[in-house]
């Protein structure tokens, strides 16, 4: 009688253990606490390099978006109001051709996140959804904006 209550507590305990890892990797959190090592991109970031992926002039598809940039803090602002939750391994659904490859530069580190038009991050080998499409079309409008106000590299 001892053994099969032992036996059933420990399996109810690694169930637990398992259940809430998959809660906390694939419930739906905000891009910033889950990417970086900060709660607050505004104070932090100093450059942000953009590269259009669908650009077939590599000269042409580079952005930096500096601090001194009109659209840096729309960009951050932008980017902090993401949220995300992880797509399961199985799906694969992220295409590189196109979208936007995204460097942040902070603290002396950088993160490198993939953004596509169908709003899907990748990041670090795991694809995320961004919930609520509105936010990945105003994102994409800020970025193409940037892109579109550059200044010409020769």
């Given amino acids: 009688m001892k053994k099969t209550w032992i036996k ?21 959190k905000k891009l910033v606490e889950a990417f970086f090592d ?28 500096d601090e001194e940039h009109p659209l840096h803090p729309t960009v951050i602002n932008s980017i902090e109001k993401l949220t995300v939750k992880r797509i399961p391994d199985y799906k694969e659904t992220f295409s590189f051709s196109e979208g936007y490859s995204v460097f942040f530069i902070y603290n002396n580190t950088s993160n490198h996140i ?11 080998g795991k694809e995320y959804e961004i919930q ?3 936010i990945v079309k105003d994102l994409f409008e800020i970025l193409e904006r940037a892109e579109k106000n550059k200044p010409d590299v020769k």
């Fill in 38 to 65: 900060t709660y607050q991109l505004s104070e932090e970031i100093h450059d942000i390099t953009i590269i259009n992926l669908s650009e077939e002039d590599i000269l042409k598809a580079f952005m930096i978006i």
């Fill in 114 to 124: 993939y953004i596509n038009k169908n709003g899907i991050v990748y990041f670090n």
């Fill in 8 to 28: 059933r507590t420990v399996l109810v305990t690694i169930l637990v253990i398992i259940l809430v890892f998959y809660w906390n990797e694939y419930r739906t």
């Fill in 132 to 134: 609520g499409k509105e």
